[in-house]
């Protein structure tokens, strides 16, 4: 794949703080060596590499399309890290991610964001329900909003659960055409009110180039786990061309979307 790849910093990681327990995969709070704190999801964790690969898809294309979304960095972990964690889990987990993982930028005294509490308006609604729709993202509902409220704006976060079909890779192209039928369960669907606005917009800003340099900047070893290609480079073109087919049709997963709206409504 000869696109150019996004600006990614790198961070080391210094300090684990505090496991975040709600979190399947055991994320954590750690300090890097910028100063800054991060969320950091483990590549050593239960679904490894795939659900960081789907968190960094996921987190850069809704940044592109404009959505806001904390800066990921590529976190790396020395060999050395961990061993005086006391909990034998934690110790565990830490061992099994040394390399490069995946940090999200702490948004120091967010909360998670109530739809009911601060209704959202029709165009942003629209603009994340469209993206979930695009990545087929399972975990956007009422139990777990995934949504941040900072700085008076909504933060998207937790794309991990996102790409599903790379989890089996059996029919992939097939299913980049098929409609996203558990949007019936997104947490703003009822407020989702301009999806064909959205989608003009999503059209606009995120091109198969665009798909391109965001796969492109994927680690290699990354993409070489649990992966039926012969090399990283085969596993990214095979991203790029699900991306780029769902993108193409675009139109059938937005009108299915739209009715389960009006189904609701």
Same mark, same amino acid.
């Given at each position: 794949?000869?696109? #150019?790849? %996004? ?9 684990? +703080? ?7 995969? %055991?994320? @954590? +709070? @750690? ?8 969320? =950091? ?12 690969? @789907? ?5 850069? =294309?809704? *940044? ?5 979304? #904390? /800066? ?5 972990? !020395? ?6 964690? #006391? ?13 490069? &993982? ?33 990545? $087929? ?8 909003? &995934? ?23 059996? !029919? ?6 098929? #409609?996203?039928?558990?949007?019936? !369960?997104?947490?703003?669907? $009822?407020?989702?009110? /301009? ?13 198969? /180039?665009?798909?391109?340099? =965001?796969? &492109? ?12 290609? *012969? ?35």
């Amino acid at each position: 794949m000869n696109s #150019p790849s %996004l600006s990614i910093r790198r961070v080391n990681v210094k300090r684990y +703080i505090a496991p975040l327990r709600e979190g399947g995969s %055991l994320p @954590a +709070i @750690a300090e890097a060596d910028d100063g800054f704190l991060y969320v =950091i999801k483990f590549k050593g964790a239960g679904q490894g590499p795939k659900a960081l690969i @789907a968190e960094f898809i996921g987190g850069e =294309i809704a *940044r592109t399309a404009g959505l806001h979304v #904390p /800066e990921i960095v590529f976190a790396a972990l !020395d060999p050395a890290f961990g061993r005086t964690e #006391p909990d034998p889990e934690i110790q565990d987990l830490l061992k099994a991610s040394t390399g490069l &993982n995946l940090g999200l930028h702490f948004l120091k005294s967010a909360a998670m964001f109530d739809p009911v509490a601060t209704r959202p308006d029709p165009l942003s609604a629209s603009m994340i329900v469209w993206l979930d729709c695009f990545i $087929t993202n399972v975990d956007r509902t009422a139990k777990n909003t &995934n949504l941040l409220w900072w700085n008076k704006e909504i933060w998207l976060i937790d794309h991990g659960a996102s790409l599903y079909f790379h989890h089996l890779w059996s !029919d992939y192209m097939e299913k980049s055409a098929q #409609p996203f039928e558990l949007v019936k !369960d997104h947490v703003l669907l $009822t407020y989702a009110s /301009e999806l064909e606005k959205a989608q003009k917009i999503f059209l606009e800003k995120i091109s198969p /180039e665009k798909i391109k340099t =965001i796969v &492109n900047t994927l680690p290699d070893d990354w993409l070489l786990y649990d992966a039926p290609f *012969r090399n990283a480079e085969d596993n990214r073109n095979a991203y790029a061309e699900y991306l780029i087919k769902r993108l193409e049709n675009s139109d059938t997963f937005t009108q299915y979307a739209i009715h389960a709206r009006e189904s609701i409504i």
